[in-house]
């Protein structure tokens, strides 16, 4: 198994940004897509990006296409995620997983989880 902990959350005002990072404590991360994933309190766990193992393809939920990116250095076992313009709306807890099949919108595919960062954006 690999075990994912994830950091950089915290308190920021609207408009700022945060990069959380994803750490992985095994080298067989390079066999992994990973991906981001947020949960705000009361609802649904909601898919954020994707990036597969050589960092050739991403994919984004359409509401964060062009304020997030996702990308990874495998050579540290790490993935990241940039946000940028950040809303209220984006206020909740943050999680990264890792999936032996191709990046993935469905969080079924995915085979780890980290325990989550929060992140929270006042206005």
């Known amino acids: 198994q690999v075990r994912l902990v994830e950091s950089g959350g915290g308190l920021v005002q609207a408009g700022n940004s945060l990069r959380l990072s994803c750490a992985a404590s095994?080298?067989?991360?390079?066999?992994?897509?990973m991906g981001w994933f947020r949960q705000a309190p009361g609802k649904e766990r909601e898919f954020l990006a994707a990036?597969?193992?050589?960092?050739?393809?991403?994919i984004y939920r359409d509401s964060v296409k062009g304020r997030f990116t996702i990308s990874r250095d495998n050579a540290k076992r790490t993935a990241y995620l940039q946000m940028n313009s950040l809303k209220s709306e984006d206020t909740a807890i943050y999680y990264c997983?890792?999936?032996?099949?191709?990046?993935?919108?469905?969080?079924?595919?995915?085979?780890?989880w980290g325990q989550g960062t929060q992140v929270t954006v006042s206005s």
């Open positions: 990036i597969n193992l050589g960092a050739t393809r991403t």
């Open positions: 095994r080298r067989t991360f390079e066999d992994y897509a």
């Open positions: 997983a890792a999936s032996l099949f191709a990046p993935s919108q469905d969080a079924g595919q995915y085979d780890y």
